[in-house]
């Protein structure tokens, strides 16, 4: 008989331990998902914002009163907080977010280089 419980103790302490796995595995895929979203949010900021507000052929938008590209400044702001840690425990979404609005800001400077020679569109 007591065999037979060291048994099925065993058996539960294995499923215990199978179900806290999963359970890493799971929150693992769930952040990596997480920041892929919030990488894609980034991208559809550079979007959103020049639908909105952008100006001229490239619908650049800029700083009230300067010629600093805001979709620019937001992104070295988000990558500067979250790479330094000063988002604190948000500092991986900042990062992503960041990276995601560079990326999109990237994209556009890699075209117009690679189909105008870097002449500037008009």
Known sequence: ??????????????????????????????????NAGITLAGGGVVGLMRAKWGEGADKHVHIPGTEIDAN?????????????????????????????????LLCDVIEEKMTTGGAKKK
């Open 72 to 104: 620019l400044a937001l992104a070295a702001l988000a990558l500067a907080a979250g790479v330094s840690g000063m988002a604190g425990k948000k500092s991986d979404l900042a990062t992503s977010f960041g990276a995601g609005m560079g990326a999109a």
């Open 1 to 34: 008989m007591s065999e037979s419980i060291t048994a099925l103790k065993d058996q539960l302490e294995s499923w215990k331990n199978r179900a806290k796995n999963i359970k890493v595995e799971a929150e693992g895929v769930a952040d990596r998902g997480f």
